[in-house]
């Protein structure tokens, strides 16, 4: 079945810029997608499709993918940036099978 | 403005069951596939099932297979999880979740805040 690796945590200094990746066989075949959840609050769809931003979210997030390894970009981090982020694609059950990665901790120092 | 409000969340013992419910609005409910996930508290986002716009489809997580149901009521612009057998490692906030379709994955574009899910004796 597919999984998605994510490192548990990830630390950065405002200002500086952060890199998350997601590693799985799923990113092969299928667009892979990001989400930010900050403290008791649900989960925003932050990149849809490897690398598009939706209607909202900062220019500052972009995404993107090569292979089974796909990479959220955060440029000049900001203080509110410090959450929980999540990628995740399809599953490997049915069509509308889903797999989410472990989670990201975005530490902002 | 889209908005999913789930309810029906409780405190349960173990082997007994539970529905949750979701009311949807602010789009047209019965164009989407639905999806339920739920996150253990301090734990991940765990996918636990998903359905067509008709219920003509439907898939869950293994975890749940046999134990949950998901369906939706599209005159009443709902969506619904019979859980039945409930073991401790259910307990959750579960997330009602629409979903888009492009290329060739399903993505999350709204959620609701979810709803607690406690099994415990």
């Known amino acids: 079945s597919y999984e998605l690796t994510q490192v548990p945590s990830v630390s950065v200094s405002p200002g500086q810029t952060a890199s998350i990746t997601c590693s799985g066989d799923?990113?092969?075949?299928?667009?892979g997608h990001w989400y930010q959840q900050k403290p008791g609050q649900a989960p925003v769809l932050l990149i849809k499709?490897?690398?598009e931003r939706p209607s909202g979210i900062p220019e500052r997030f972009s995404g993107s993918s090569s292979g089974t390894i796909m990479t959220l970009t955060i440029s000049g981090v900001q203080a509110e940036d410090e959450a929980d982020y999540y990628c995740q694609s399809a599953g490997s059950g049915g069509i509308y099978s889903v797999v989410f990665g472990g989670g990201t901790k975005l530490t902002v120092l | 403005e889209v908005q999913l409000v789930e309810s029906g969340g409780a405190l349960v013992q173990p082997g007994r069951s539970l529905r949750l419910s979701c009311a949807a609005s602010?789009?047209?409910?019965?164009?989407?596939?639905m999806h339920w996930v739920r996150q253990a508290p301090g734990k991940g986002l765990e996918w636990v099932s998903g359905?067509?716009?008709?219920?003509?489809?439907?898939d869950q997580a293994d975890s749940v297979k046999g134990r949950f149901t998901i369906s939706r009521d599209n005159a009443k612009n709902a969506l619904y999880l019979q859980m039945n057998s409930l073991r401790p490692e259910d307990t959750a906030l579960y997330y009602c979740?629409?979903?888009?379709?492009?290329?060739?994955?399903?993505?999350?574009?709204?959620w609701g805040q979810g709803t607690l899910v406690t099994v415990s004796s």
């Open positions: 499709q490897d690398n």
């Open positions: 799923a990113l092969a075949k299928h667009y």
């Open positions: 602010g789009f047209t409910f019965h164009d989407y596939t």
């Open positions: 979740a629409k979903s888009y379709y492009r290329g060739n994955s399903y993505y999350f574009d709204y």
């Open positions: 359905i067509s716009w008709n219920s003509g489809s439907i």
